[in-house]
């Protein structure tokens, strides 16, 4: 029987970048990753070697913001490793029905002359919109890059410029009040506070609902915050695909000794006198641990499918129905399409320029249209009558993921993972078959078509991965790539639930990290770098605490005084 210091359930980002972080600490590392490469939902792969050789293709995650508030590319200087990011600018183009059309700059000031075309108006509030979301973002930053219960952490991660950030939206008691109004809000509403013209509100709603839910739903203003992201830090793709990360992440990860197997889906976790003490594979083969068990899968299957019941009650009578009732998924998910293209988009009732294929392309005609495409997956209904869309060209910024003169095109449909009164047929149960997943993507292929009439003489060949499908290939629970719903109410300290969210569990020697834990979903590897921290805690607290209390006071020192 094989024994690691550590073993870490799945090899997504944030496994390898936890993994890394505890390489790096001298644990010895074990990762299972049940697919046949590492990378989960960051993986590049060549989907149509038969139809379309040469053409590699992001299965899921595409355009990276969130890893560019963290430190994690520059502390394990992922670029040795042969990581390097290309940035976006146009960031998105949004046409509309009329011929206007949204294109969003890196520089604000050069989005707000493209708005000034056509509401004067409009251009002057998005540029105080993008002022107020950038000072709260820069300012709740130190939140996301620290375990969100050690107060340490977090306060080691400010200094003065952030500060001067936080007290500039709290300010005097009236404007705090005025903040906490905002964000119990909908991005919906934020938006009409600042603008008239449909043609913007549309794809800020649509970018907004990245969140995976409605532009209308309360408590969720702070998706608002998703076109911010791409003034500042910008957004950006690895060269060569998403995978490029995962691949540099790989890289390290095997220098420093780590181990990482595929095609090893583990089916228990073992645990012994309340301590979890290895995992058991497919197959019978067993893992042992000898200081703990990371799971970067969402705590749902965790406790209630790898665990034998009887522990779980052991460590904690209520943890089991809180887990069943207490997280709230809202049935939403992504019917993705994938196409391999002869030659590039041409949006030609919009002026059209290659440009406008950088960044991301929102088929996003009103916010009541955003609004039906991610409200009738909540009730199993398809949202294919009009269907709004997330599309990305990765050629255009990235021509080595194609054969020359080719393209890549990635669709991003939302849709329902159960869908309602198809229960029991379909895969798992879902309702979902090749047929009907076909005829979706038709529908969708249809309306994109509409504002780029050469798609279809493009087209070389297309695959198309229903919401089951998807669920299935990721391990999703119910398709959710974000494991669990990204809503203020299960955010923070209260993701994935208060008694789980700081990594740890009840029992010992298990953690938790991934995109069910703070801070999130999408591709920042900050959940993995913040398990890191708080395992090491735990094995050498007092070590760690020197340590993590010498970084704060160094980090003050610099801002205060300039000192390094």
């Not at 209260?494 to 591709?523: C, D, M, Q, V, W």
Request: net charge negative; proline share 6%; hydrophobic share 40%.
């Amino acid at each position: 029987m094989q024994s690691y210091d550590v073993i870490i359930i799945g090899a997504g980002h944030n496994g390898l970048v936890c993994a890394a972080y505890l390489l790096k600490a001298g644990f010895s590392v074990l990762l299972l990753e049940k697919r046949s490469i590492p990378g989960g939902a960051a993986t590049t792969e060549e989907l149509m070697p038969d139809e379309a050789p040469g053409f590699q293709f992001n299965r899921c995650a595409i355009d990276h913001e969130f890893i560019h508030l963290g430190p994690v590319v520059e502390e394990l200087e992922l670029e040795k490793y042969g990581l390097e990011y290309i940035y976006c600018d146009p960031v998105v183009f949004c046409p509309h029905p009329d011929g206007r059309y949204f294109l969003g700059h890196r520089s604000v000031e050069k989005t707000c002359a493209g708005i000034a075309q056509f509401s004067s108006r409009d251009a002057e509030k998005y540029a105080d919109f993008i002022d107020f979301w950038q000072r709260l973002l820069k300012s709740i930053i130190p939140v996301f890059n620290a375990p969100p219960k050690s107060v340490i952490d977090i306060l080691g991660n400010y200094d003065i410029k952030k500060l001067k950030d936080l007290f500039s939206i709290l300010g005097a008691p009236n404007k705090t009040l005025d903040l906490i109004r905002t964000l119990l809000t909908s991005a919906e509403d934020s938006l009409n506070e600042y603008f008239d013209s449909e043609f913007l509100k549309a794809p800020l709603a649509r970018l907004a609902a990245e969140m995976g839910a409605p532009p209308s739903q309360k408590n969720l203003s702070i998706g608002a915050i998703m076109m911010a992201m791409r003034h500042d830090p910008g957004m950006a793709r690895p060269k060569g695909g998403t995978g490029a990360l995962v691949k540099a992440l790989v890289n390290l990860v095997q220098s420093l000794g780590g181990q990482i197997l595929t095609d090893q889906s583990v089916e228990k976790i073992l645990v012994d006198d309340g301590r979890a003490v290895g995992v058991r594979v497919k197959g019978g083969t067993e893992y042992r641990a000898s200081h703990g068990v990371i799971s970067n899968i969402d705590a749902k299957r965790v406790f209630l499918h790898l665990i034998d019941e009887p522990d779980v009650k052991d460590a904690d009578p209520c943890l089991k129905e809180r887990l069943e009732r207490r997280i709230v998924n809202n049935n939403e998910t992504i019917l993705k399409i994938d196409c391999a293209l002869s030659e590039p988009l041409r949006f030609e009732h919009h002026n059209h320029q290659d440009q406008y294929l950088i960044g991301s392309v929102l088929i996003a005609d009103s916010v009541r249209q955003v609004e039906i495409a991610h409200s009738e997956p909540t009730v199993g209904k398809i949202p294919d009558a009009d269907p709004s869309m997330y599309v990305v060209m990765p050629t255009m910024l990235d021509p080595s993921m194609a054969p020359e003169g080719k393209h890549t095109l990635w669709i991003e449909f939302f849709a329902p993972y159960q869908i309602a009164g198809a229960e029991g047929t379909g895969l798992n149960g879902t309702g979902w078959t090749d047929e009907l997943k076909n005829k979706v993507a038709d529908r969708v292929l249809d309306k994109l078509a509409d504002y780029a009439p050469n798609l279809k003489q493009a087209m070389i060949a297309r695959q198309v991965e229903s919401p089951a499908e998807l669920g299935e290939r990721l391990g999703a629970f119910k398709g959710n790539y974000y494991h669990i719903d990204m809503t203020l109410e299960q955010m923070i300290f209260f993701r994935p639930l208060p008694e789980l969210a700081n990594y740890k569990t009840p029992i010992k020697g298990l953690f938790l990290t991934g995109a069910g834990t703070h801070p999130g979903g999408s591709i920042s590897g900050m959940p993995g770098r913040n398990c890191a921290r708080v395992f090491i805690h735990e094995q050498r607290p007092i070590t760690q605490m020197l340590k993590d209390a010498g970084e704060s006071l160094k980090s003050t020192a610099s801002s205060v005084f300039g000192v390094s």
